[in-house]
Antibody
Framework: EVQLLESGGGLVQPGGSLRLSCAAS????????MSWVRQAPGKGLECVSG????????YYADSLKGRFTISRDNSKNTLYLQMKSLRAEDTAVYYC????????????WGQGTLVTVSS | EIVMTQSPATLSVSPGERVTLSCGAS??????LAWYQQTPGQAPRLLIY???TRATGVPARFGGSGSGTEFTLTISSLQSEDFAVYYC????????FGPGTKVDIK
């Protein structure tokens, strides 16, 4: 059974940093591209970042302007999202997501971790 | 950036009714269109990809159609567990989602 378990969310002050982790199990991790998708409270879905199975290729939403870094450790079956210079508008549930094949369709989602940026 | 739209924003339906949800793209996305279902407090669930292919385990009452800029999700007979928010997503370029359609009980 595919499982994606996020951790690392919490309350952080504006301008602060946070690192999210996603522990994956139930599939061959390095065979799949992965992603982080966020959802602000009561709002819709936004793809934040993606990474290829090998980790060599990374992709980001233009709106992030270099503040976030996605990475993975295939030896630990873990995906990461390093976030810095956080703003109130980054407040959201962050979902770890697995891509379907060579597409950016999400076929499996974690349960999400809440990041709250507030003073 | 491809902008996705969905209509209506909210749909009030009785169980057993047929439901049709619409999704539009600001430019052609070919058939690179997916649909997701999200119930309160839960992560989204993939229903449809490639505009009309049901994901594994998705009941046959869910159907997708369309190509280019106009797409439709049809639920042939709404069940109680189908009351949820439905999102479309294009993956022709950097993935973007529509604002969602909430299907609630009439």
């Amino acid at each position: 059974e595919v499982q994606l378990l996020e951790s690392g969310g919490g309350l952080v002050q504006p301008g602060g940093s946070l690192r999210l982790s996603c522990a994956a199990s139930g599939f061959t991790f390095n065979n799949y591209a992965m992603s982080w998708v966020r959802q602000a409270p009561g709002k819709g879905l936004e793809c934040v970042s993606g990474i290829s199975g090998s980790g060599r290729n990374t992709y980001y939403a233009d709106s992030l302007k270099g503040r976030f870094t996605i990475s993975r450790d295939n030896s630990k079956n873990t995906l990461y999202l390093q976030m810095k210079s956080l703003r109130a508008e980054d407040t959201a549930v962050y979902y770890c997501a697995r891509y379907l094949g060579a597409t950016t369709v999400v076929d499996y989602w974690g349960q999400g971790t809440l990041v709250t940026v507030s003073s | 950036e491809i902008v996705m739209t969905q209509s209506p924003a909210t749909l009030s339906v009785s169980p057993g009714e047929r439901v049709t949800l619409s999704c539009g793209a600001s430019q052609s996305v070919s058939s690179n269109l997916a649909w997701y279902q999200q119930t309160p407090g839960q992560a989204p669930r993939l229903l449809i990809y490639d505009a009309s292919t049901r994901a594994t385990g998705v009941p046959a009452r869910f159907g997708g159609s369309g190509s280019g800029t106009e797409f439709t999700l049809t639920i042939s007979s709404l069940q109680s567990e189908d009351f949820a928010v439905y999102y479309c997503q294009q993956y022709s370029s950097w993935p973007s989602f529509g604002p969602g359609t909430k299907v609630d009980i009439k």
